[in-house]
Nanobody
């Protein structure tokens, strides 16, 4: 069974920074994709950033140049460094792990950016 435990998040003023961490445990293939998604109130969940076990990254256009995702493959952890935060970045952030056709989610962590 795979579990994802998230940490970080909180309240920050616009222009500030936050760091989210996700630790995966369980039976995890060495070939996988970890990522962060977010869901704002009244909106659908959207992808923020993903990173493969080979280190290839993808970012939503809205966060390019501000957010950085990196990971420690050996420890199955992924970190999302968020800089220059904007009020529109507010939402619940979820860690995701994809192994083949299977997907796993963390419990979510709240990020609130005040203007």
């Amino acid at each position: 069974q795979v579990q994802l435990v998230e940490s970080g998040g909180g309240l920050v003023q616009a222009g500030g920074s936050l760091r989210l961490s996700c630790a995966a445990s369980g039976s995890i293939s060495s070939l996988n994709v970890m990522g962060w998604y977010r869901q704002a109130p009244g909106k659908q969940r959207e992808v923020v950033a993903t990173i493969t076990s080979a280190g290839n990254t993808n970012y939503a256009d809205s966060v390019k140049g501000r957010f950085t995702i990196f990971r420690d493959v050996g420890k199955n952890t992924a970190v999302l460094q968020m800089n220059s935060l904007k009020p529109e970045d507010t939402g619940v952030y979820y860690c995701n792990l994809k192994i083949g056709v299977l997907g796993y989610w963390g419990q979510g962590t709240q990020v609130t950016v005040s203007s």
